[in-house]
């Protein structure tokens, strides 16, 4: 598969819900940054469709989610933080999407959300 990175600004979103880069179903990285130039969004798509890591930061840096997609769905485990960096929500999908487990926590780290589905 040939990568390529793109601004994300350059792509378009059909309401199939399919991304588009230059007349085409896009296949590889859209990226997207802040003011500062921190990149700010990472989206890794197959076919037009998510697929592949995902991954986006607040615009000082820090991480603020983290997850993979297989063919559009939610696959495996997905984090987010707080601004702070304290982890904020952790949830866990199947293979195809659903969901298996959340997890949150407020900003000070204390757990308010543990469920299982």
């Not at 866990?92 to 757990?111: A, I, M, N, R, Y």
Request: proline share 4%; with cysteine.
């Amino acid at each position: 598969m040939n990568e390529t990175r793109v601004d994300s600004a350059d792509t378009s979103l059909d309401e199939s819900m399919v991304t588009w880069y230059q007349g085409a179903p896009f296949t590889g990285e859209a990226v997207a940054h802040a003011a500062n130039g921190n990149m700010i969004s990472l989206v890794t798509y197959k076919h037009g469709i998510e697929h592949g890591p995902q991954a986006a930061w607040y615009p000082d840096g820090t991480k603020q989610l983290e997850g993979q997609c297989d063919r559009g769905e939610p696959v495996g485990e997905w984090r987010n933080w707080h601004p702070s960096g304290q982890l904020s929500r952790y949830t866990l999908f199947s293979g195809t999407g659903d969901k298996l487990k959340v997890q949150s926590w407020d900003e000070s780290g204390e757990l308010i959300e543990d469920k299982t589905f």
